[in-house]
């Protein structure tokens, strides 16, 4: 128990298909990240939000939405994803963002793109 | 952007010790992280470096050189448990955090 809590743990959804990640983190902290995990590949930063605020979007393509309502929520609303979108996406959230602390990871979001 | 290395994969018997190398080069230096992460499951922190040196928690001890651009993590007494990949990760003069693709370690009987 990291004290970040994602879900859903798996999701399959189709190429036409809406659909969301959420989660949630109760240390009090005031950052937030969505990181995606693909096979034999190094982390990739999506999105930063520090204090509800986004301070990175890394390249990421529209289909993939972030919203942070509180600091305490994240989200990632997807829609028409494509097969290679196909990963683990993790959540994580820091004290601050632009300070030493490590980070925090929920265990993933498992997603499968038919 | 970063350029972070690390071997894709090691083996070593259990109640051996196992040293896994990073490399980076990165636009200013904030401190140098290492997680653990099993099959399934979060990375996890083990260790952090900002300073020169050798940092040591238990049977793990991870080693930092900035002039060098060079980071070790070792795993002591092997335990079985300790199968998993070891993510290294930088975080630059932006405060930015970059990983490195991960070393998994297998730990045989």
């Known amino acids: 128990e990291t004290g970040v809590t994602q879900t859903p743990r798996h999701l399959v959804m189709g190429m036409t298909n809406k659909k969301s990640l959420k989660c949630e983190q109760h240390l009090g902290h005031n950052a937030m990240y969505w990181y995606k995990q693909s096979a034999k590949k190094p982390l990739e930063l999506m999105f930063v939000y520090n204090f509800k605020e986004q301070t990175e979007n890394n390249s990421v393509p529209s289909r993939f939405s972030p919203e942070c309502p509180n600091s305490s929520h994240l989200f990632l609303h997807l829609h028409t994803l494509q097969p290679e979108d196909s990963a683990l996406y993790l959540c994580?959230?820091?004290?601050?963002?632009?300070?030493?602390?490590?980070?925090?990871f929920g265990e993933g979001s498992r997603l499968t793109v038919l | 952007g970063q350029n972070i290395d690390q071997p894709t994969e090691m083996t070593a018997t259990e109640g051996a010790i196992v040293q896994i190398n990073c490399t980076y080069q990165t636009s200013g230096f904030n401190g140098l992280f290492w997680y653990q992460q099993h099959a399934g499951e979060a990375p996890t922190f083990l260790s952090y470096?900002?300073?020169?040196g050798l940092e040591e928690k238990g049977r793990f001890s991870s080693f930092l050189s900035r002039s060098k651009g060079y980071s070790y993590l070792l795993l002591k007494e092997l335990q079985m448990k300790d199968s998993a990949s070891y993510l290294c990760a930088v975080r630059d003069g932006d405060y930015k955090l970059s990983f490195g693709a991960g070393t998994t370690v297998t730990v045989r009987a």
């Open positions: 470096n900002v300073l020169d």
């Open positions: 994580a959230s820091s004290q601050d963002y632009d300070s030493t602390g490590e980070l925090f």
